[in-house]
């Protein structure tokens, strides 16, 4: 039988809810002793996009993930799978759910060539037809060159890539991606970029989880934000930017020992909380109407402050990040305290 089959024999059996959402959580719970990971969050995936889960490192991510793939007992609230309940028909959702991270479990004496078939021959397939579904991946994610070394000899980025086509290879219908770029250089997460993008126009569905503003911004249709285990946000790219504020006035001061009066000017003519950037001298302000960058630049030179460069843009995510939740993303966090002791 296939997927699509399965979803909709599912469904038949009187086992889906009827609509037609690739991920439906409502209210999930997750404890770990007296901590709330995760603490009452609702997703809505549509079929054929890629829904980012954005949030700092411990927000609840990995464990909101954990538990639609049926890896974590749901402690309360519920999830279902193209209508399939998750905790009452686990077997299904394996089937439909592709899951990367686990791949770290087969052998790394083996070469990738023989990880995949090995992986394929797990999951139920003949061995000629492994083989092929091996080859095409090795193809596909640009690995036939390190075909046959044994993966203890892979680079970070070559096994993030390895990860993904073993999670392929029972054409899932829905791929959960776990921090896919996490620790990559800049050319990897490129190419991770346009393999997901590769998967979206397959057919698939993504449920992709980050701690990067610009890589939710460039990838994800829709975004939840998370944060302590709790949904703050959810939106378009566009509508969470929008959400703090029309536009982003940047100022970058002659003389970065005058932020803090500038900051001071800033709140006053526009009744909103600047935002100090790390690099040095730069202030950003979120502006409802673009036209009060005027009064801003006006008070300014008025204080006899002078201004190296000024532009008004839309808000970054990292600036509606700090709007929703009072803080900056990740680990970046200590670092701030530590200066600011
Ligand atoms: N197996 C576990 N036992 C105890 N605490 C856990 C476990 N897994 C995760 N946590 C805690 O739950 C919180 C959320 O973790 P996680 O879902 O991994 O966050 P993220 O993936 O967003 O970085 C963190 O505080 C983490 O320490
Ligand atoms: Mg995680």
């Keep these: 039988m296939s997927i699509t089959e399965l979803a909709r024999a599912g469904g038949a059996r009187g086992l889906s809810s009827g609509d037609d959402l690739a991920v439906r959580a409502d209210g999930l719970v997750k404890t ?125 980025g070559m096994r993030r890539r390895l990860d993904l086509a073993a999670s392929l290879i029972t054409k899932p219908p829905l791929i959960f991606l776990d921090e896919p770029t996490t620790g990559l250089d800049p050319r990897t997460r490129g190419q991770m970029w346009d393999t997901t993008r590769d998967l979206v126009a397959d057919g698939c569905t993504v449920l992709l989880t980050t701690q990067y503003l610009d890589e939710a911004d460039q990838l994800a249709d829709r975004i939840a934000v998370i944060d302590h285990g709790r949904k703050v946000a959810e939106g378009t790219p566009d509508e969470l930017k929008t959400a703090v504020g029309n536009s982003t006035l940047q100022l970058l001061l002659a003389d970065p020992a005058q932020v803090p009066a500038a900051a001071e000017i800033v709140r006053r003519a526009v009744g909103a909380e600047p935002v100090l950037s790390p690099e040095r001298g730069r202030l950003n302000v979120a502006l409802d109407q673009a036209d009060l960058a005027a009064d801003v630049l006006i008070a300014l030179r008025n204080a006899g402050l002078s201004i190296a460069s000024v532009s008004v843009a839309k808000p970054s995510l990292d600036e509606v990040f700090l709007a929703l939740t009072g803080h900056g993303t990740g680990e970046d966090d200590e670092t701030v305290t530590e200066e600011n002791r």
């Excluded at 974590?72 to 077997?91: C, K, Q, S, T």
């Excluded at 090995?118 to 090795?138: E, Y």
């Design 32 to 156: 770990f002793g007296d901590h709330r990971a995760v603490d009452g969050v609702d997703l809505a995936v549509r079929p054929g996009e890629i829904f980012g889960v954005l949030g700092p490192n411990g927000a609840g991510k990995t464990t909101t993930l954990r538990m639609l793939a049926t890896l974590l007992r749901i402690d309360a609230g519920r999830a279902e799978i193209f209508g399939v309940d998750v905790a009452e028909n686990p077997h299904v959702i394996r089937q439909l759910v592709g899951v990367t991270g686990q791949y770290a479990s087969v052998d790394e004496n083996l070469t990738a060539r023989e990880n995949l078939w090995l992986f394929g021959r797990l999951q139920g397939i003949a061995s000629p037809r492994a083989r092929r579904v091996a080859a095409d991946l090795l193809e596909r994610f640009g690995l036939e060159d390190a075909a046959n070394k044994p993966i203890s000899q892979f680079s970070g």
